[in-house]
Structures are given as structure tokens and as C-alpha cells.
């Protein structure tokens, strides 16, 4: 506390507010991912897939359009 110029209580206040911040910040994260999830698995219950071979293709092309960015002068 004394290195930071602090008192204990502000250093335990600023602890706190980091730590609700914290918590905030995986519960909206988490919020998210599932979200994601839930539109994945109504994508595939409605059919709307994509083949290994689309996703490797795709996969390639990505690649292909990333390495070319960065040797690019």
C-alpha cells in the first residue's frame, strides 16, 4: 500500500471493483459463447452444413490469402 501510495481499504476497493469486473466480463463472455453454440447446433439441425471438403477449402484459401499478406512487401 505504501508503495503505491494507497491505503489498505483503496487497495481492497480497487481489488473488489477489479474483481466484480472480472466476474462481469466471463458471465458476458460466457453469455456470448453460448449463444454461438445454440446458433451452431439450429444451423445443423436445419441442414445447413458444410462438408469436411468445403472446410478444407475454405481452410486453403484462407491460408493462401494470409501467407500471401504477409510476404507481401
Same mark, same amino acid.
Request: aromatic letters at 6%.
Given at each position: #500500500?505504501? &508503495? +503505491?501510495? +494507497?491505503?489498505? &481499504? =483503496? /487497495?481492497? +476497493? ?6 466484480? =469486473? ?8 460466457? %453469455? *456470448? ?5 445454440? $446458433?451452431?447446433?439450429?444451423? #445443423?439441425?436445419?441442414?445447413?452444413? /458444410?462438408? #469436411?471438403?468445403?472446410?478444407? %477449402?475454405? &481452410?486453403?484459401? *484462407? +491460408?493462401?490469402?494470409? /501467407?500471401?499478406? $504477409?510476404? &507481401?512487401?
Amino acid at each position: #500500500a505504501k &508503495a +503505491r501510495d +494507497r491505503s489498505g &481499504a =483503496q /487497495l481492497l +476497493r480497487d481489488f473488489m471493483r477489479q474483481f466484480v =469486473q472480472s466476474q462481469q466480463d466471463a458471465a458476458a463472455h460466457d %453469455a *456470448w459463447f453460448r449463444e454461438q453454440v445454440q $446458433i451452431g447446433i439450429d444451423s #445443423a439441425a436445419a441442414g445447413e452444413l /458444410l462438408s #469436411a471438403e468445403e472446410v478444407e %477449402a475454405e &481452410a486453403e484459401a *484462407w +491460408r493462401a490469402e494470409t /501467407l500471401r499478406k $504477409i510476404s &507481401a512487401p
